[in-house]
C-alpha cells in the first residue's frame, strides 16, 4: 500500500520559515515527479511546487517562487518543501502528491497518489 506522510507543518510569524517533509512508502518513486499542493480554508486546492526525478527540474507557482524551494533525496524516497519569508496568506493545508502521470504538471488530477495533509498557520 503506498502512503505520502507529511510532517513539518505548524504554526509561524510572518517572515518566519518552515520546512516540510514528505516520506513515501510502498513502492519507489525515484523515477517519478513529486510535488507539492495547497489548500486555504474556501479555497481551491492549487499547485505549489514540483520536482523532477532527473536533472532535477524544479517548476514553482509564481506566488511562491524566490520564497520555496522544493528538493528531493531519491535514496530515502522522500520530497522536502523549504518555505522562508513566509505570508499570512501561505495559511493552509500543504499536501504532498506523487506518480505524476503527464498532462499539467500544475493540475491535481496529473496525480495519482496524495498525503493526507499537513497544516500551516502563519499569523501577521
Known amino acids: 500500500q503506498v502512503q505520502l506522510v507529511e510532517s513539518g507543518g505548524g504554526l509561524v510569524q510572518a517572515g518566519g520559515s518552515l520546512r516540510l517533509s514528505c516520506a513515501a512508502s510502498?513502492?519507489?518513486?525515484?523515477?517519478?515527479?513529486m510535488g507539492w499542493f495547497r489548500q486555504a480554508p474556501g479555497k481551491e486546492r492549487e499547485f505549489v511546487a514540483t520536482i523532477s526525478w532527473s536533472s532535477p527540474n524544479t517548476y514553482y507557482a509564481d506566488s511562491v517562487k524566490g520564497r520555496f524551494t522544493i528538493s528531493r533525496d531519491n535514496a530515502k524516497n522522500t520530497v522536502s518543501l523549504q518555505m522562508n519569508s513566509l505570508k499570512p496568506e501561505d495559511t493552509a493545508v500543504y499536501y504532498c502528491?506523487?506518480?505524476?502521470?503527464?498532462?499539467?504538471?500544475?493540475?491535481?488530477?496529473?496525480?495519482?497518489?496524495w498525503g493526507q495533509g499537513t497544516q500551516v498557520t502563519v499569523s501577521s
Open positions: 510502498g513502492r519507489t518513486f525515484r523515477r517519478n515527479t
Open positions: 502528491v506523487a506518480d505524476y502521470g503527464g498532462g499539467d504538471y500544475a493540475a491535481t488530477r496529473s496525480y495519482n497518489y
